[in-house]
C-alpha cells in the first residue's frame, strides 16, 4: 500500500488482522479508518488521492511507515517492480503475517526450494496487478492464510489443483480481472487429471466471508 492508495483496503487488512476488535460492526470500523485518515491528512501524513476514497503519501513517509510496520508487526509491502530479492529471504519472509506486492514483477513465488512454507506465518497474501503467471501448490501450505488478493493479474493461467481447497482459514478471496480458466471437473482421472483449480474447490472453504470472481466461463 503506498501511493493513491484506497481507503477500502485498510478495511479489508483490518478484517483478517484484528484490528479495532472493540468495534462490532463494519460501519463503525468504517467511520473510524475514515477519521484516521483524515487525521492523518490534517497533520500532513497523508495526502489527497485521486478521489475522495483514496489517499497518497510522500515517499519518505511511505519508505518509513513500511519500515515500521515491518519491525513491529511483521508486515512486508514492497514498491519495487522487482521483488526476488525480498521474496527469497526466507528468513525475513517467515516472520511476517502481511505480505503486499502490488504491481511488481513476480513470475515465480515458491518452489521446491521453500519446503520449510509451511512455518510461515501468512495471514494475508496481496499480489495485485503483479505478473504472476502460476499460483504454485506451495502456496496451499500457508495454514494461516486469511486474505488471498490476485485481482488484476492478467498473467496468471494456472492455479494448481487442491491450492484453494487446502486454505482451511481463508476468509477472503479476490481473483476479479484475472483467472478465468475454472477446470469443470470435479476430480479429473488417473490418465486425466486435473491442471488447474476447481470451482468445487470453493466449497470446502468454510470461512470464507467475501469472494469476487471474473465471469466464469469455460475458455
Same mark, same amino acid.
Given at each position: =500500500?503506498?501511493?493513491?492508495?484506497?481507503?477500502? @483496503?485498510?478495511?479489508?487488512?483490518?478484517?483478517?488482522?484484528?484490528?479495532?476488535?472493540?468495534?462490532?460492526?463494519?460501519?463503525?470500523?468504517?467511520?473510524?479508518?475514515?477519521? *484516521?485518515?483524515?487525521?492523518?491528512?490534517?497533520?500532513?501524513?497523508?495526502?489527497?488521492?485521486?478521489?475522495?476514497?483514496?489517499? @497518497?503519501?510522500?515517499? +519518505?513517509?511511505?519508505?518509513?511507515?513500511?519500515?515500521?510496520?515491518?519491525? @513491529?508487526?511483521?508486515?512486508?509491502?514492497?514498491?519495487?517492480?522487482?521483488?526476488?530479492?525480498?521474496?527469497?529471504?526466507?528468513?525475513? =519472509?517467515?516472520?511476517?503475517?502481511? +505480505?503486499?506486492?502490488?504491481?511488481?514483477?513476480?513470475? $515465480?513465488?515458491?518452489? $521446491?526450494?521453500?519446503?520449510?512454507?509451511?512455518? +510461515?506465518?501468512?495471514?494475508?497474501?496481496?499480489?495485485?496487478?503483479?505478473?504472476?503467471?502460476? /499460483?504454485?501448490?506451495?502456496?496451499?501450505?500457508?495454514?494461516? /492464510?486469511?486474505?488471498?488478493?490476485?485481482?488484476?493479474?492478467?498473467?496468471?493461467?494456472?492455479?494448481?489443483?487442491?491450492? /484453494?481447497?487446502?486454505?482451511?482459514?481463508?476468509? $477472503?478471496?479476490?481473483?476479479?480481472?484475472?483467472?478465468?480458466?475454472?477446470?469443470?471437473?470435479?476430480?479429473?482421472?488417473?490418465?486425466?487429471?486435473?491442471?488447474?483449480?476447481?470451482?468445487?474447490? *470453493?466449497?470446502?472453504?468454510?470461512? /470464507?466471508?467475501?469472494?469476487?470472481?471474473?465471469?466464469?466461463?469455460?475458455?
Amino acid at each position: =500500500m503506498g501511493h493513491n492508495a484506497a481507503t477500502e @483496503d485498510l478495511l479489508k487488512y483490518r478484517r483478517c488482522l484484528g484490528l479495532f476488535r472493540g468495534l462490532d460492526t463494519i460501519e463503525k470500523v468504517r467511520r473510524r479508518v475514515l477519521t *484516521l485518515v483524515s487525521e492523518l491528512k490534517d497533520s500532513s501524513l497523508l495526502l489527497s488521492g485521486s478521489c475522495p476514497e483514496r489517499f @497518497d503519501m510522500h515517499d +519518505v513517509v511511505c519508505e518509513v511507515a513500511i519500515a515500521i510496520t515491518f519491525r @513491529d508487526r511483521g508486515w512486508l509491502a514492497s514498491g519495487k517492480e522487482d521483488v526476488s530479492e525480498v521474496w527469497s529471504d526466507k528468513d525475513r =519472509m517467515r516472520t511476517c503475517s502481511l +505480505v503486499s506486492l502490488q504491481n511488481t514483477k513476480v513470475s $515465480e513465488l515458491l518452489d $521446491e526450494r521453500y519446503s520449510d512454507v509451511r512455518r +510461515v506465518n501468512l495471514e494475508i497474501l496481496d499480489l495485485r496487478k503483479s505478473t504472476i503467471r502460476v /499460483l504454485p501448490k506451495e502456496i496451499g501450505q500457508l495454514r494461516r /492464510l486469511k486474505l488471498l488478493d490476485l485481482s488484476g493479474c492478467f498473467n496468471l493461467k494456472v492455479i494448481s489443483p487442491n491450492v /484453494l481447497s487446502s486454505l482451511s482459514r481463508l476468509e $477472503e478471496l479476490y481473483l476479479y480481472g484475472c483467472f478465468n480458466r475454472w477446470d469443470w471437473e470435479v476430480e479429473g482421472s488417473e490418465n486425466n487429471p486435473r491442471s488447474n483449480a476447481s470451482l468445487v474447490e *470453493l466449497k470446502n472453504l468454510s470461512r /470464507l466471508t467475501t469472494l469476487e470472481l471474473s465471469n466464469c466461463h469455460k475458455l
